[in-house]
């Protein structure tokens, strides 16, 4: 079992829905998580961190829930250009590498 | 800056065959990391490093070497190749500052063992 389980998707959403993707992690020790942008056939990129008291950058809302030990990604107003796979990651427990999640397909259409 | 980079972008060996994976960072990044990417697993870590002269394996190591010699180059060498070694591999970098900025990736070797 991965230590972070994601829903694969694909996720199909015309332009400006809002979509919400959910993640788990079975460690509870872990102490960093992320959202990951990967397009497709080109390296993970840094979308944001995930802090416990939520945070938000633009149309991106992430929220971080220690107790049920899942992360989540909210995106409004969904564009065209929004449409990749996101990696959900936590840090593990050797504090330096992380544990991807194996990422939810998003296809925004117009 | 340059980032990670990552050589060669693409790669064919023969089983058996060994190979070096060269990645150099230039952001002076004390923790580097080796992963690989095959449909349907995930990014699963190979090994990584947190600083000259340290590594460590992680959840996938057998078939593969690396070696920290200096901060900017992380090389990861492959002994014997196999069919089962053909992936998308990706090195990654970062500072101490894990909790805000996370990893740095290269843009990945495409590698095919036949």
């Known amino acids: 079992r991965k230590e972070v389980e994601q829903d694969p998707g694909p996720f199909n959403v015309p332009e400006g829905a809002t979509v919400a993707f959910n993640c788990t992690y079975s460690?509870?020790?872990?102490?960093?998580f992320f959202w990951y942008r990967q397009d497709c056939r080109k390296e993970p990129k840094l979308l944001m961190s995930v802090y416990s008291s939520g945070n938000e950058d633009g149309r991106f809302t992430a929220q971080l829930n220690r107790a049920s030990q899942y992360i989540s990604l909210l995106i409004r107003d969904s564009k065209l250009s929004d449409s990749a796979t996101y990696l959900c990651v936590a840090r593990g427990t050797s504090g330096y590498a992380l544990n991807f999640g194996k990422g939810t397909s998003l296809l925004v259409t117009p | 800056n340059a980032g990670v980079t990552q050589t060669p972008k693409f790669q064919v060996l023969k089983t058996g065959q060994s190979m070096t994976l060269q990645c150099a960072q230039d952001m002076n990044h004390e923790y580097m990391s080796w992963y690989r990417q095959d449909p349907g697993m995930g990014l699963r870590l190979i090994h990584y490093s947190v600083g000259a002269g340290i590594t460590d394996q992680g959840e996938v190591p057998n078939g593969y070497n690396v070696s920290r010699s200096t901060t900017e180059d992380f090389p990861l060498r492959l002994l014997s190749a196999a069919p089962s070694q053909t992936s998308v591999y990706f090195c990654?970098?970062?500072?101490?500052?894990?909790?805000?900025?996370?990893?740095?990736f290269g843009s990945g070797t495409r590698l095919t063992v036949v």
């Open positions: 990654a970098s970062s500072d101490r500052d894990l909790v805000h900025y996370g990893y740095t």
């Open positions: 460690n509870s020790a872990s102490q960093s």
